[in-house]
């Protein structure tokens, strides 16, 4: 059973802290990504890798960075965080078929006070 | 990456009631067409690839019209369970698909 994890499901963090987000998947997938999703707003792309030290931004990447050192393991970065980066954010990972499918990680609440 | 478009609803019907969801997408270069369901506070989950000649899975069809540059969802006897939102996902030849904002249903008994 193929399976996207990541660190928390829920994160309280105050204004100007460094918050580190963690996805790990288990099944080789090469692409790993991103997202933040809002009410109304729908799944917005912060960034994505298509390879290990492989990295792009996506629509909405200011404020945010990532790492990706090993294939399983794709981390998302609030360098200071912010009130307006309270969200949900989704980790999904795919293999490089054109086929795309997305499978995604439980995600994490995160709540900046 | 070209936008993809769905109606929000809700889409409020009664049990058993047959339901159906559109989506239309602006590249007409796109190659892979999904639909998820998202239930609430839990992540989006696949629920059918769309093929160009449509597909059957149960009680939901999907259909893809290239021409017209849409994706259908058909939900025959539709059950309390299948209250959730569904996300229109349409991919082009990066690694990259685009997904539509969801149109959220709500099955009442």
């Known amino acids: 059973d193929v399976k996207v994890t990541q660190s928390s499901r829920y994160l309280v963090k105050r204004t100007g802290e460094k918050v580190f987000l963690e996805c790990v998947q288990d099944m080789d997938h090469e692409n790993m990504f991103w997202y933040r999703q809002d009410p109304g707003l729908g799944l917005r792309l912060i960034y994505f890798s298509y390879d290990v030290k492989m990295k792009e931004k996506g629509d909405i990447p200011e404020g945010y960075s990532v790492s990706r050192e090993k294939k399983e393991r794709f981390s998302l970065i609030l360098e200071s965080a912010s009130t307006n980066q309270t969200s949900m954010y989704l980790c999904?990972?795919?293999?490089?078929?054109?086929?795309?499918?997305?499978?995604f990680g439980p995600g994490t609440r995160l709540t900046v006070l | 990456r070209k936008e993809v478009e769905q109606d929000p609803g809700p889409f409020n019907v009664p049990e058993g009631a047959t339901v159906a969801f559109n989506c239309t997408y602006s590249n007409s270069a796109s190659q892979s067409f999904f639909w998820y369901r998202q239930d609430c506070r839990k992540e989006p989950k696949l629920l059918m690839s769309v093929y160009s000649s449509g597909n059957e899975d149960g009680r939901f069809t999907a259909q893809l019209n290239r021409a017209s540059q849409y994706i259908s969802l058909l939900i025959r006897d539709s059950k309390l369970s299948d209250s959730a939102t569904y996300l229109c996902?349409?991919?082009?030849?990066?690694?990259?698909?685009?997904f539509g904002r969801g149109t959220s249903l709500i099955v009442h008994p």
């Open positions: 999904a990972s795919s293999d490089r078929g054109q086929r795309n499918e997305q499978f």
């Open positions: 996902v349409v991919g082009g030849g990066s690694y990259i698909p685009t």
